[in-house]
């Protein structure tokens, strides 16, 4: 079965430290990959999106993921944290087959506390 | 200005009944998708529509109905079936890669 597995469930970061989220998936094909960040009380925004090219890929807020194809990852980091990251991070997966429909990790939890 | 319109934000229900869920777009996008949302679980997939008259099941469909007759349209249906209806529910669209997904604000639906 098609899955996106985030392994950190709950993050708790002091501000200034360097941040790294794991994603992996489990897909046969061609995918895309997503890293969505919810704040509190807040709708889902895109910090970065990879569909093809190069596997490092910048997003918004001085986030950036790495896609390693071969390990099926696609880890998400920033080298250094504030109080503001503070949020809920999903990994997210779509693909052709499926009409492009988002199949979520389950999420991260990040504190950064002051 | 375009986007997805999700109504009500709030939604109480007594148990035992239906309840629908209403989600408008003036995106013009084709495919929508419904989504569930509790804490610790991310966000599931009820169901999706690619075209109008077409929608297919997500991975906790059961418990859930939908209808796709309009474009702009595609009301969730969360019926007495559903076990544990208490949830945050997400409507999106999808245009294409470049533009992404559009995400609505949201019902969250108690069932007391």
């Known amino acids: 079965a098609q899955s996106v597995s985030q392994h950190n469930h709950h993050v708790i970061l002091s501000e200034a430290a360097s941040l790294e989220l794991g994603c992996n998936y489990s897909?046969?094909?061609?995918?895309?990959l997503f890293w969505y960040v919810q704040y509190p009380g807040q709708h889902l925004q895109l910090l970065l999106k990879?569909?093809?090219?190069?596997?490092l890929v910048k997003g918004i807020k001085g986030f950036e993921a790495e896609f390693i194809k071969s390990k099926f990852s696609f880890n998400l980091r920033k080298p250094s944290v504030q109080w503001s990251d503070t949020a809920e991070y999903f990994c997210?997966?779509?693909?052709?087959?499926?009409?492009?429909?988002?199949?979520f990790g389950k999420g991260t939890s990040l504190l950064v506390t002051p | 200005d375009g986007g997805i319109t999700q109504s009500p934000k709030y939604l109480f229900r007594k148990e035992g009944q239906n309840v629908t869920l209403s989600c408008e777009q003036n995106?013009?996008?084709?495919?929508m998708y419904w989504y569930r949302q509790d804490p610790g679980q991310g966000l599931r997939l009820i169901y999706y529509?690619?075209?109008?008259?077409?929608?297919q099941k997500g991975d906790i469909a059961e418990g859930y109905s939908v209808s796709r007759e309009k474009k702009e349209s595609f009301p969730l249906t969360v019926t007495s079936a559903q076990k544990n209806p208490t949830a945050f529910y997400l409507c999106?669209?999808?245009?294409?890669?470049?533009?992404?997904?559009?995400f609505g604000s949201g019902t969250r639906l108690t069932v007391v």
């Open positions: 997210a997966v779509n693909a052709p087959n499926s009409g492009y429909a988002l199949n």
């Open positions: 897909y046969g094909g061609t995918v895309n």
């Open positions: 990879y569909f093809s090219g190069d596997p």
């Open positions: 995106l013009n996008h084709d495919a």
């Open positions: 529509s690619q075209i109008v008259n077409d929608f």
């Open positions: 999106a669209t999808y245009y294409n890669p470049n533009y992404g997904y559009t």
